[in-house]
């Protein structure tokens, strides 16, 4: 549950390719935010940051299969 608050509030943190498509989360920004902002210990950080990153991966295997069944 910790990991998918942490999903949500790093909804600004995405990365922009040239063509506008989505290309993954910023690790920097997401690092910054868990550390600076939320006073995650370094301890905490890993589990959630993989929670986080499995979330990523899966938007973004959704994303890429939206984007080709939109161009057949």
Do not use: C, H, P
């Amino acid at each position: 549950m910790a990991a998918f608050r942490l999903w949500q509030q790093v909804q600004t943190q995405w990365r922009v390719g040239g063509m506008g498509d989505k290309t993954g989360l910023d690790y920097a920004g997401v690092t910054a935010f868990m550390r600076d902002v939320l006073a995650i210990k370094a301890k905490d950080r890993a589990e959630l940051f993989n929670g986080l990153q499995a979330m990523e991966f899966a938007v973004l295997d959704v994303w890429a299969e939206q984007r080709a069944s939109q161009a057949s």
